[in-house]
């Protein structure tokens, strides 16, 4: 089946004229989606638990709410909160409130992915999930520029759900740039991978690259330096989204391009892909999301070790020293 991409013109904001929209949570995404959507003309009441959040809501010109009267009010529900926190936020604060026909958006699929949450069969259950972290979304927005997002109808009980979906995408800025439609469980499921099998193999390339070189000799803050610190990786990958991963090797030397193409050749006989696969099967079986909720009952022994951890490695302290170094922290 072909990739289903929409754009503006594939989106009516007119689809929740009329309609109030409750963001609940005044965070990263909540604040920067509130702001977008009442800036494209939508009518919105902001949700938040702490006085702190809804205080600046209301100074930022919102109705700010409990989450409960927030929901109440509401005709669409977007729920902007942590997803650690969301299933007993939604049994306590939001599912009373949720009437027939009243559409719930997520902008994380997994909640619903892995059954934390099972909205009631009367309600349109949307997916709109921003490839972009919550400040970037307003940045963009008031930039005129666009984000992707994914989005998905997963429960369409009034008919209206697509419709909805879209105006909401509309709303927040995201169909500028085109809003790939997938399943709530495909989203999930690839924002997991990114974070449990892409980045810890490349962040194992740079950690091996590093203890090698200084291994060898070489002064830590210039391995730090060479590898990742002076920006240059973060402005080349900007250049992947700009002008193709493969495209922007024009801009390196021709020495870097034979030597980055011949070397890579080499290591083809490495095949991460069993290893990625394992790491894919944990997070479609659901084996991941049943061993996260067990450590988040527990308390968070293991997460907790591991954050500590993380300081224990030497990595750390090269960092630490480099840092300081280049006066990183003064900038
Ligand atoms: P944040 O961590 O920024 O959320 C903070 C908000 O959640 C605050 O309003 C806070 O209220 C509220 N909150 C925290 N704990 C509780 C609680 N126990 N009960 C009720 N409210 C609580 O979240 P994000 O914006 O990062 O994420 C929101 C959703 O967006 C998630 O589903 C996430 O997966 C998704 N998402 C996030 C992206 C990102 O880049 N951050 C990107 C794309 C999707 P208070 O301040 O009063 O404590």
């Not at 594939?10 to 949570?25: F, K, N, R």
């Not at 009441?45 to 927030?70: H, K, M, P």
């Not at 926190?85 to 958006?105: A, N």
Request: aromatic share 8%.
């Amino acid at each position: 089946m072909p990739t289903i991409i929409y754009h503006d013109e594939d989106a009516d904001l007119g689809a929740l004229a009329g309609e109030t929209m409750a963001v609940v949570g005044y965070g990263n995404q909540g604040r920067s989606q509130a702001l977008n959507l009442r800036d494209s003309g939508l009518r919105v009441v902001v949700g938040n638990i702490g006085d702190a959040a809804r205080q600046r809501a209301t100074e930022e010109g919102f109705e700010a709410l409990s989450i409960a009267d927030a929901v109440t009010r509401a005709d669409v529900v977007m729920l902007l909160i942590p997803d650690e926190v969301m299933p007993e936020v939604y049994e306590r604060d939001v599912k009373p409130g949720l009437k027939p026909g009243k559409c719930v958006s997520f902008a994380s699929g997994y909640n619903v992915a892995f059954g934390r949450i099972a909205p009631a069969a009367e309600l349109d259950v949307i997916l709109v999930a921003p490839r972009m972290i919550g400040p970037g979304v307003r940045d963009r927005y008031v930039d005129g520029k666009g984000f992707p997002s994914f989005v998905a109808v997963h429960q369409d009980a009034t008919g209206r759900a697509k419709a909805r979906m879209l105006a909401l995408a509309k709303g927040i800025g995201s169909t500028r740039s085109g809003c790939v439609e997938m399943t709530m469980a495909q989203e999930a499921e690839l924002d997991l991978f990114t974070e449990q099998a892409f980045g810890p193999a490349m962040g194992l390339a740079i950690q091996q690259s590093i203890e090698l070189l200084i291994a060898e000799g070489y002064p830590p803050e210039a391995v730090l330096l060479e590898i990742y610190m002076s920006g240059e990786l973060a402005y080349t990958a900007q250049r992947f989204v700009d002008t193709g991963l493969i495209a922007q090797m024009d801009f390196h030397s021709h020495t870097s391009q034979y030597g980055s193409m011949s070397r890579a050749a080499k290591l083809m006989d490495i095949d991460l892909r069993p290893r990625l696969r394992e790491h894919l099967d944990d997070i479609r079986s659901g084996r991941f999301a049943a061993e996260w909720t067990k450590e988040q009952e527990n308390g968070l022994p293991v997460f907790n070790f591991m954050r500590e951890a993380r300081t224990q490695i030497p990595l750390w302290e090269w960092e630490q020293r480099a840092r300081k170094a280049f006066r990183l922290d003064e900038k």
